[in-house]
């Protein structure tokens, strides 16, 4: 059994509503021992809260996604910072780009995620950083700030930020998109050292082969990672640990 931290997961959505309680004591059960749940708008701060006090495994973190970018008034911002004071808050995310859907303005998108770059170093969290279409504009962007710590979430293998999270010190979120049988993650992975790499689902979202098209959960990393040890030819016990104690470290966990 391979010990799991899934580094971004949407339990919280509708998705999860008939069952939440079955996927995550399975979960547990399977070797999951955290599972981190980024917010997409302020409105997620409170319920992703309550989430965290009736699991023991469900930790939070404060954000705004790109999207839902021209929500971000200052009251928002407020709020977050006051979440960061709790226990099980972690970390900033998600937050980001999104070039391809463009729900927000850009201009709208850069503002708010330097904005919340700022409220990350000045409050020494890691952030999850969401990039769609929009790297050469990220990487200006995370290449201006300094202190700057976490995880650039499901990465997808653009070469471009893969040198700058890199040299910034920042992880990868690698989750199913590894498994899909066109995806070039496939060649790119091999390039990223272990220790820079952690897991995450994105449930419910991009559930890996052989689950594709079924509703993504915290338990289907065990197909990651034995992707991910067919590819490199690393053991998979050993790609589980690295990732875990990258994952623990970078969130502070204390797991």
Do not use: W
């Amino acid at each position: 059994m391979y010990k799991i931290i899934d580094t971004h997961c949407h339990i919280d959505m509708e998705e999860f509503e008939q069952d939440r309680d079955e996927v995550i004591q399975r979960s547990k059960a399977g070797g999951v021992d955290a599972i981190l749940v980024p917010a997409v708008e302020p409105e997620d701060f409170d319920k992703e809260f309550k989430l965290t006090q009736r699991y023991e495994t469900v930790y939070q973190m404060v954000g705004i996604h790109p999207h839902e970018a021209k929500k971000a008034t200052q009251d928002a911002f407020d709020r977050a910072i006051e979440y960061l004071n709790k226990k099980k808050c972690v970390g900033i995310g998600e937050i980001g780009l999104d070039y391809y859907y463009e729900h927000s303005p850009r201009d709208i998108q850069k503002e708010v995620f330097a904005n919340f770059l700022d409220i990350a170093t000045e409050n020494g969290m890691p952030v999850s950083i969401h990039c769609r279409e929009a790297e050469r504009d990220l990487i200006d962007i995370i290449r201006s700030k300094k202190d700057l710590k976490g995880v650039i979430h499901c990465f997808s293998g653009n070469d471009e930020l893969l040198k700058a999270g890199l040299d910034l010190g920042l992880y990868f979120g690698i989750g199913g998109i590894l498994t899909f049988k066109k995806s070039t993650l496939k060649d790119v992975v091999k390039e990223i050292p272990l220790e820079f790499i952690v897991f995450e689902t994105d449930a419910p979202y991009l559930a890996p082969v052989p689950k594709r098209g079924k509703r993504n959960e915290p338990l289907y990393i065990y197909f990651v990672i034995d992707k991910m040890a067919e590819i490199t030819g690393k053991d998979a016990v050993e790609i589980s640990d690295v990732a875990y104690h990258n994952a623990s470290s970078v969130f502070s966990l204390g797991l």
